[in-house]
């Protein structure tokens, strides 16, 4: 299989496997730019494979099998076992929720995550860990607006100007801090990890912890780079 054809099957995975609903292979086609012939053989093969399943016409779904990889990819990567290691004894004693995170193509992955009575995670255009991660990158807004439509599918445009804000406050700080009611409430850092541009956010905590939970939140972040880092040159 050539490393052009690696990269259209892998795309397709990943289309379909961040679409809650079923997948048409005209879409397909559409949003990869593919012809309808390779859309059908790609499928095939998927299908064959136990990753993909026909649903109603001319669509397909994830099979659990996806899912299962998808998960276990996850949790076995080794920056997944590195946040594990440096972050669950501190957050669990300081009772504070904690995201690791970096941008995947419709969304967040967590390498680690960890919340303790907030709301589900925000969507990828309101939140501060893809905000802080684009500025990280050196993204330019035009790159970022393309990538939060793909993953709104062009339904929260009106998102779109807030999370601006955030991403050039993040571009020029490099990291986001967030009160609510004067009470210091996240704090949200970029953690450069091999070729993963990734980001640590901690919240729920109060004003009069600003500066412990601040300096607590940036040791932990250049801990988890050093570790990794240390891993991939065989220094660890």
């Known amino acids: 299989m050539t490393n052009n054809r690696i990269s259209r099957v892998l795309q397709v995975l990943s289309l379909v496997a961040f679409n809650p609903e079923p997948t048409k292979l005209k879409e397909i086609g559409t949003k990869l730019g593919l012809h309808p012939s390779m859309v059908s053989r790609i499928v095939a093969d998927l299908i064959a ?43 669990a004693e300081l ?53 939060l439509r793909f993953a709104a599918s062009g339904e929260h445009d009106a998102d779109f100007p807030l999370f601006r804000e955030r991403f050039l406050e993040a571009k020029e700080s490099l990291n986001l801090v967030n009160y609510h009611s004067g009470r210091f409430r996240q704090m949200t850092l970029p953690v450069k990890c ?20 601040a300096f607590e939140i940036s040791r932990l972040a250049a801990r988890i780079h050093s570790l990794y880092n240390n891993m991939l040159t065989g220094d660890a």
Not at 80 to 88: F, M
Not at 124 to 147: N, T, Y
């Open 49 to 91: 494979g136990g990753f993909l399943v026909k649903s109603a016409y001319r669509s397909v779904i994830a099979t659990p099998a996806l899912a299962v990889l998808g998960k276990s990819a996850g949790k076995n990567h080794p920056l997944s076992r590195v946040a594990r290691e440096v972050l669950q004894q501190p957050v």
């Open 194 to 213: 091999g070729t993963f541009c990734c980001a640590l956010s901690v919240s729920g905590f109060a004003g009069a912890d600003q500066e412990k939970i």
């Open 95 to 147: 009772g504070l929720s904690c995201e690791f995170a970096t941008v995947a193509p419709g969304g967040l992955f967590h390498f680690y995550q960890v919340r303790r009575g907030t709301p589900p995670a925000e969507p990828l255009w309101r939140s501060d860990v893809a905000a802080v991660i684009f500025a990280a990158k050196g993204d330019e807004w035009e790159q970022v607006l393309e990538e």
